[in-house]
């Protein structure tokens, strides 16, 4: 092998992109900063316990690992929202706080063009929850996007608690919950409906399952998806996005929301409701944020946290394909 050759997942910044890069980390500092966020930096180098060894843990595969001098485990930073909650869990002694980062995070499991040293700007606000949260926190990625210069891109929103909510409605739980999560997310209708029957799922809670994949677009969506189910969990977490909903629009800005109930992210980590920002000419996603209340409790103090992370070479790239300009 080479020695001037780079590991896989990796890449140099060079100048003109630098230059890119810059202005779109200038522009979301300011965002960042004008909206009353404080900065912090978090350490690179963690314990890998942090991050193995709490529910809301992250996959050990995902985790670049290394022993320190004293023999114990630690890793590069995996995630920033757990380090964020971390941090506002044990040294800051505040019950509400905004926290903004610039930063990399790593993930050793990333394959074929994906990354595996990630750029993120991003933010975290502690101690507040409801509606009126999670629609501020909604707007403002919206904000944040058009601050880095992009013109046309969706954020589209779920929310856990439907998914949980048809989960108590079939009796399913634990393993059986993952499985099928995982088959939804990727749209593996064939599994779904396999597994489904072999964890001895009921037939209304199947048909709801599995239309789960349908369930996106505008928030007439919401009013098909509460067709599908009489648990109280699952209404409650519609109402909850139907309230988000005519906020976003009150504030002029329903063009960019979309709705995905078939995007059912990790239900150790998140607690409600989550959104994934999507770009013309990226094909990943360029913003994904939730609320995870359950995060900080973990490290010893119970505060609901609600935040989003932008992937700052995902932006350049739908720059670069004439998506936008940096303002």
Known sequence: MAYFKLPAGVRDVL?????R???AEEALRKKFKDAGFRFIRSAGLEYYDTYACIESKIEQSKMFKMTDKDGGLIVLRPDMSLACARIAATKLHEDHAKLCYFTQVYDFSASGNSDREVAQAGVEVFGEKGVDADAKIIAFAVECLQAAGLKKFIID???VGFYKGLLEESGLSGEGAEEIRAYINAKDAVNTEIALKKYGANEKAQAAILALPSLFGGPQVLEEAEKLTDNDLARASLAHLQGVYRQLAKAGI???????LGTVKSLAYY???????LAEGVGASVLSGGRYDGLCAQFGKDLP???FAVG???????LENKEGKLC
Do not use: K, N, Q
């Open 15 to 19: 100048p003109d992109e630098c230059e």
């Open 21 to 23: 890069l810059d202005r």
């Open 157 to 159: 929103i779920g929310h």
């Open 254 to 260: 329903a063009e960019y929301i979309s709705f995905d």
């Open 271 to 277: 607690s409600g409701m989550v959104f994934t920002g």
């Open 305 to 307: 946290a609600v935040g």
């Open 312 to 318: 700052l070479m995902r932006v350049l790239r739908a």
